[in-house]
């Protein structure tokens, strides 16, 4: 099911192809990366980046050939589930600190746009 975090986790080859290739380039959640790429690029094994998958910390999107294709998001995720499992944190562990550190992320953007329109508001009535 695709997320904020993982826009093209449902999408189609079809669906990518109506993007003008600039903007998928340019895109964080576009997946570009193939597994062995990704893999190279995360200093880790293509078993590691399925177990990964199996915690449900990333999704791949699927080429119509049935290959994982992976964003730069994605690698994000996987580097630092990578530096806390070198750490000495399990899997699975690792996999929900970082769903926690995105919620974090999430929450305080979030929190920082409504301050904002709050101050805007404020602002309007001074």
Do not use: W
């Not at 669906?15 to 903007?23: C, I, K, M």
């Not at 094994?45 to 177990?51: G, I, S």
């Not at 699927?62 to 995720?77: A, V």
């Amino acid at each position: 099911m695709p997320s904020e975090s993982q826009p093209y986790a449902g999408a189609s080859q079809s669906d990518d192809a109506r993007l003008p290739v600039a903007d998928r380039l340019d895109d964080d959640h576009f997946p570009a990366y193939t597994m062995g790429r990704a893999a190279e690029l995360v200093g880790a094994t293509p078993a590691f980046l399925r177990a990964l998958g199996e915690a449900e910390l990333i999704t791949p999107t699927r080429s119509e050939g049935g290959h994982r294709r992976y964003s730069r998001h994605q690698l994000k995720l996987a580097a630092r589930a990578r530096e806390l499992v070198d750490q000495g944190t399990p899997v699975d562990a690792a996999c929900r600190i970082i769903d926690l550190e995105e919620r974090l992320e999430q929450v305080e953007r979030l929190n920082e746009e409504l301050r904002r329109r709050g101050a805007d508001t404020v602002h309007q009535y001074h």
